[in-house]
């Protein structure tokens, strides 16, 4: 049952993050026709390559650790699908804002694995931003779908102590204690590197003079190109297509695209990305087709060394007991995420605090490995996705070596095994029962497995 839950665990993560891998980017009607579907639950379709794809990441996630066949795989698939179908049957709805949020981190998770938003849409096929949008929100509206149908069934199970103590002694008796990775918690301090005055004034002054030269009739496009500072600009001319306000725009942008006229050029206004003008081309029901022009305030070397030698002197005065970490936060950090929670770093993928360390961006892995806890790293430059700079430091909160799973120390842990098992057991029992009525077509060549459910819909042979 462990490699089970195990299974089911990667399962949970690999679906949505790496559903590129499974679906043809020429359009999902096209790639329906070429290949072969596996099963129809409901109105959901299963396809091969999709079987093919998601048992290669779970190999590729666990390293080799989790074995699944084909059977197996499409079971699992087969499960989410349906999941998905009586979702929709017992009314379950999901917001446009939690498929924003979803979609905007699927498309973080993308960019920081290929290096750029850029290779992420030639890698797949895309035509553009909107077009990979188009097809992440309709995958994570169906996830968002499954996790609550999920939760609703199993939303009055709950472990008690007793259950978790036969749990854990059940594991060791056979000798299935889980091994728990490495993992570390840590804190940062950010000290951003910030403009002058004058070269503030000296952006919005040239932004306030390109959107004088564009009224008179000069191209948008060409003035973008020539002085955008955004990296995709040579691609689209500035140019960001349709937006709503349910898209992963900041607040700032989205509320001036809103205010405006069709054919209006705005006043240069600020985000966290730089300043902008921006033009309103068609609005088209809740949508405004807009471009942008982006200029960034260049940061002078001496401030960057100024940054540099402040967040040096905060650590010095942490380290001579000068002032506590959690003050230093409070007082010097530039990190509005992480400001209010002592300098907490929050895992983006777990929203958790705790990280594995064998799983860490390698870059960040190479300058905490060796810490112990309480130790800090030396300052370090960064550069964010929006083009801030910055210097910050890291102080390790707490590290837990890998280890065999303990009922005393890894009581939390073991609580959650065994409640995810529970939860299993009833979602198991539940799907049981809904592949009774449900519409399932299976092709001839995946009658041949044998699953743990009656998928097939045979009835059972009498002795």
């Known amino acids: ?23 043809s980017f020429t359009g999902f009607a096209q790639k329906v026709k070429i290949d072969g579907v596996a099963v129809v639950i409901g109105k959901n379709i299963v396809l091969d390559s999709d079987i093919d794809k998601f048992k290669q990441e779970i190999t590729i996630r666990s390293e080799g650790k989790i074995k699944i066949t084909d059977c ?13 179908h009586h979702a929709i049957i017992d009314s379950v709805t999901v917001s446009s804002e939690e498929i924003s949020s979803r979609v905007d981190r699927s498309i973080q998770f993308f960019t920081q694995e290929y290096g750029s938003l850029d290779k992420v849409i030639k890698a797949y096929g895309f035509n553009d931003l909107d077009d990979l949008k188009k097809e992440l929100n309709r995958v994570q509206e169906e996830n968002l779908l499954i996790e609550k149908e999920q939760a609703k069934i199993t939303e009055k199970v709950d472990v008690t102590p007793e259950e978790v103590r036969i749990y854990y002694n059940g594991l060791k008796d056979k000798k299935e204690l889980p091994e728990f990775p490495a993992e570390i918690e840590m804190a940062q301090i950010v000290i951003k590197a910030k403009p002058t005055n004058e070269e503030v004034e000296r952006v919005i002054n040239k932004l306030t003079e390109l959107k ?25 001319g500035g140019n960001l297509g349709a937006i709503t306000k349910e898209t992963g725009f900041v607040k700032e942008f989205k509320e001036m695209a809103f205010s405006m006229d069709i054919g209006q050029v705005s006043k240069p206004f600020k985000t966290i990305f730089g300043y902008h003008i921006v033009l309103l081309h068609e609005i088209k029901g809740n949508a405004r ?3 942008h022009i982006l200029m960034q305030p260049e940061i002078p070397d001496a401030e ?3 940054t ?9 005065d942490i380290k001579e007991g000068k002032i506590t970490f959690a003050e230093a936060v409070q007082k010097y950090s530039d990190d509005k995420e992480t400001k209010n929670s002592g300098g907490l770093i929050v895992n983006p993928y777990s929203g958790e605090s705790k990280f594995d360390l064998t799983r860490m961006d390698p870059a960040l892995y190479a300058r905490v490995a060796e810490l112990k806890k309480g130790d800090i790293t030396d300052v370090f430059f960064d550069q964010n996705r929006s083009g801030e700079r910055m210097y910050k430091f890291i102080l390790m909160k707490d590290r837990t ?13 073991i609580q959650d095994l065994a409640l995810r098992k529970k939860k299993e057991e009833t979602i198991t029992k539940w799907a049981k029962e809904k592949i009774k009525d449900t519409y399932i077509k299976m092709s001839d060549n995946h009658r041949k497995c044998t699953f743990n459910k009656n998928w097939k819909k045979e009835t059972p042979k009498t002795k």
Do not use: W
């Open 1 to 23: 049952m462990l490699q089970k839950i195990t299974i089911s665990r990667f399962i949970k993560h690999i679906i949505p993050v790496f559903f590129l891998c499974a679906i």
């Open 72 to 84: 197996e795989m499409l079971e699992e698939l087969m499960q989410q699908k349906l999941l998905a």
């Open 304 to 306: 960057l060394l100024e």
């Open 401 to 413: 070596d890998r280890h065999t799973a303990d009922l005393v120390d890894d009581y939390v842990k």
């Open 308 to 316: 540099k030698a402040k967040a040096k002197k905060v650590i010095t």
């Open 289 to 291: 087709v807009v471009s």
């Open 212 to 236: 004088k030269q564009i009224e008179e009739g000069s191209s948008f496009k060409m003035k973008a190109i020539i002085n955008s500072d955004d990296p995709t600009v040579t691609q689209n």
